[in-house]
């Protein structure tokens, strides 16, 4: 029996000529490339949208549709390829351009409040209601974690500031929680679990109390709160599947926020966290926006040294340095690698990048940092190694719209 023309078919199966399927797979090409321009909201397509878009690509082909059976299997083939090493590693770096309008999300990082016999940690409830009104003042608005997905992946035209407390530590509850509750200001509280209950420390029935309002998010803090960048990998990821098994017994689900212990963590256990939750905070100072890396969220900390009214007012107007990436990506330094060589790379476009300035604690005194300028690169060159148990570098720079800030952390074996 002869076999079927191509033609013959397409009029079996009902599908379009040849020359609107040419059509339609160049149209689909680029309106495919476009998309690469519209950075969060492509990635943001659920996967089967995102398989569509892939099977138009390849599929509306005529070669592809007119062929036997096999071309079909090659499609599939062409397709898995195309997507798991193609899609996955595009939507990493989608988001990587430079945006000339970003303000920024600013975090704010509190643990203890009226605790005055801490004060490395503790910020009298005074001033903290001095640091609301600061905000207001300034007419930012307080980003509802709810809604951080989206605020994070666009633009922020206008500042935002987002309260985080470490801890959950009896005084928040007692000092804060009433004037964050009559003023409805939310808020992301990070729990530590085995703390839970403990002298000093929130139980459970406050945390699910405060929880049921909807400007409150509570997130993780591990288990222990120990040094976990010192835990063997078994060790840490144990730690962090408590947690997380006692969130779903307490509170019925997993939370989407982490925040790292004293923000020290290794590359493996950075790793591991991108697995398990959306978003992670470490304690480097610095202005979020839509380029930083969600498992490296800049925070402010606020104590009694540094939450002092004239200091406050400074940083809560900071805007962000946007850059591409911070190598080296590992944060845990040995005796081999202290100083690391330090590389900061912007985008092409990006300006003033000679007008940056950096400053470190390496040799345990704050000193200010040698650079060397590169096109799109800055250099740190460190003349000391970095004392225990954490190693800080922070940069700024001044330009027309005001101070851009920010900074990152090395932790020491």
Request: aromatic share 16%; glycine share 4%.
């Given at each position: ?67 036997t059976i096999f071309s079909l299997a090659a499609s599939i083939i062409k397709f898995i390829i195309f997507y798991l090493f193609f899609l996955n ?9 430079y945006e000339p309008n970003e303000k920024g999300i600013l975090a704010l990082m509190y643990h203890r409040f009226e605790e005055n016999k801490y ?18 003042e300034n007419n930012f608005s307080f980003l509802n974690p709810k809604n951080f997905e989206l605020e994070f992946n666009k633009v922020s035209r ?256």
């Amino acid at each position: 029996m002869a076999l079927a023309t191509d033609k013959e078919i397409l009029r079996l199966v009902n599908l379009p000529g040849p020359r609107f399927t040419k059509i339609l797979q160049i149209s689909v090409i680029l309106i495919f490339f476009i998309f690469k321009n519209f950075k969060s909201s492509f990635i943001k397509l659920s996967k089967f949208s995102l398989l569509f878009i892939c099977l138009l690509v390849y599929d509306c082909s005529p070669a592809m549709i007119t062929k036997t059976i096999f071309s079909l299997a090659a499609s599939i083939i062409k397709f898995i390829i195309f997507y798991l090493f193609f899609l996955n590693a595009y939507a990493d770096t989608v988001n990587k351009k430079y945006e000339p309008n970003e303000k920024g999300i600013l975090a704010l990082m509190y643990h203890r409040f009226e605790e005055n016999k801490y004060p490395s940690t503790n910020i009298k409830i005074n001033i903290f209601q001095k640091h609301l009104d600061i905000i207001k003042e300034n007419n930012f608005s307080f980003l509802n974690p709810k809604n951080f997905e989206l605020e994070f992946n666009k633009v922020s035209r206008e500042k935002k500031i987002l309260l985080t407390i470490d801890d959950a530590f009896s005084s928040f509850y007692l000092n804060a929680w009433p004037i964050l509750k009559r003023d409805k200001i939310p808020f992301i509280l990070f729990v530590s679990t085995e703390s839970v209950g403990k002298n000093g420390y929130m139980n459970w029935n406050e945390i699910i109390e405060i929880s049921k309002e909807d400007f409150v998010f509570i997130g993780n803090h591990s288990h222990s709160h120990e040094y976990l960048v010192k835990y063997e990998f078994k060790k840490f990821r144990e730690d962090i599947i408590k947690s997380r098994n006692i969130f779903e017994e307490n509170l019925g689900y997993n939370s989407k926020f982490f925040s790292y212990p004293f923000g020290e963590y290794s590359l493996e256990q950075k790793k591991y966290i991108t697995e398990n939750f959306d978003y992670a905070f470490g304690q480097h100072s610095g202005v979020i926006d839509l380029n930083k890396d969600k498992y490296e969220l800049p925070r402010f900390p606020i104590n009694e040294k540094y939450g002092d009214l004239e200091r406050f007012k400074f940083l809560i107007n900071l805007l962000p340095v946007q850059y591409k990436i911070i190598i080296p990506e590992e944060k845990f330094l040995l005796k081999s690698n202290n100083p690391p060589d330090l590389i900061i790379e912007f985008f092409n476009d990006q300006p003033n990048i000679n007008k940056i300035n950096c400053f470190s604690n390496e040799g345990g005194e704050w000193k200010d940092s040698k650079l060397i300028y590169e096109k799109n690169k800055i250099k740190v060159i460190f003349t000391e190694k970095f004392l225990p148990r954490r190693g800080r570098i922070n940069c700024s720079m001044q330009d027309k719209e005001g101070w851009r800030w920010f900074g990152t952390q090395f932790t020491l074996n």
